[in-house]
């Protein structure tokens, strides 16, 4: 089994900066798309920014200027680097990568996009 646990949210002023961290563990046989959503209070979940194997990023226009992901193909880890931060950011962090994984220990191999708990970010005004 795969899963993503992510940390790093917290509480920070306007203006502060914050990195979440979202690490892939268990059976991970490769990892192809890399990304962070958020949810606040009342909304859909939306975009913040996707990386793949490679490299190659694209950020919400919201928080272009701003945020950075990066990723770490070694640690199966993804980062998101968010500098000054807006009231209009709190929300509810997720990850979700695109992996290669197996059924069972020595199972069949299949591919699949799973999703992290999610951490909790609320920037003060």
């Known amino acids: 089994q795969v899963q993503l646990v992510e940390s790093g949210g917290g509480l920070v002023e306007t203006g502060g900066s914050l990195r979440l961290t979202c690490a892939a563990s268990?059976?991970?046989?490769?990892?192809?798309?890399m990304g962070w959503y958020r949810q606040a209070p009342g909304k859909q979940r939306e975009f913040v920014a996707a990386?793949?194997?490679?490299?190659?990023?694209n950020q919400a226009d919201s928080v272009k200027g701003r945020f950075t992901i990066s990723r770490d193909n070694a640690k199966n880890t993804v980062y998101l680097q968010m500098d000054n931060l807006k009231p209009e950011d709190t929300a509810v962090y997720y990850c979700?990568?695109?992996?290669?994984?197996?059924?069972?220990?020595?199972?069949?191999?299949?591919?699949?996009?799973?999703w992290g708990q999610g951490t909790q970010v609320t920037v003060s005004s």
């Open positions: 979700n990568a695109d992996v290669l994984t197996t059924t069972q220990p020595g199972g069949v191999v299949i591919r699949k996009v799973i």
């Open positions: 990386i793949n194997r490679g490299g190659s990023a």
């Open positions: 268990g059976t991970v046989l490769s990892i192809f798309d």
